[in-house]
């Protein structure tokens, strides 16, 4: 089993930054990928990007590779999603995810085993 907590959402002013955090715990951190994942109110949810915690391989969605930056810090089982110069684009529900087996780069929102509860981000102008 492995349990997700997001924290570090909020309303963040367009063009400001901001840093999404994903607390892990249960299983070996490093033994399975962690993704970011955000459904946008009427839209289904997507992936954004993924991290191999054992090798520190990282995968993005191309049409965030420019703001987003997915990180982790294998000490305190953490995973980070950080946000440079958002706009109304980012705004969503931020989820992070698991998969007990698969890879960082096959995953999909179908794939995930383990979801958090998922952290809000607004953008205001």
């Known amino acids: 089993q492995v349990q997700l907590v997001e924290s570090g959402g909020g309303s963040v002013q367009a063009g400001d930054s901001l840093r999404l955090s994903c607390a892990a715990s249960?299983?070996?951190?490093?033994?399975?990928?962690i993704g970011w994942f955000r459904q946008a109110p009427g839209k289904e949810r997507e992936i954004v990007a993924t991290?191999?915690?054992?090798?520190?391989?990282?995968y993005y969605t191309d049409s965030v590779t420019a703001r987003l930056t997915i990180s982790r810090d294998n000490a305190i089982t953490t995973v980070y999603l950080q946000m440079n110069s958002p706009t109304a684009v980012n705004a969503a529900v931020y989820y992070c995810?698991?998969?007990?087996?698969?890879?960082?780069?096959?995953?999909?929102?179908?794939?995930?085993?383990?979801w958090g509860q998922g952290t809000q981000v607004a953008i205001y102008s």
């Open positions: 249960g299983r070996t951190f490093n033994s399975y990928p």
């Open positions: 991290t191999n915690c054992s090798t520190g391989a990282t």
């Open positions: 995810a698991a998969v007990g087996i698969g890879t960082a780069q096959g995953m999909y929102v179908g794939s995930c085993n383990f």
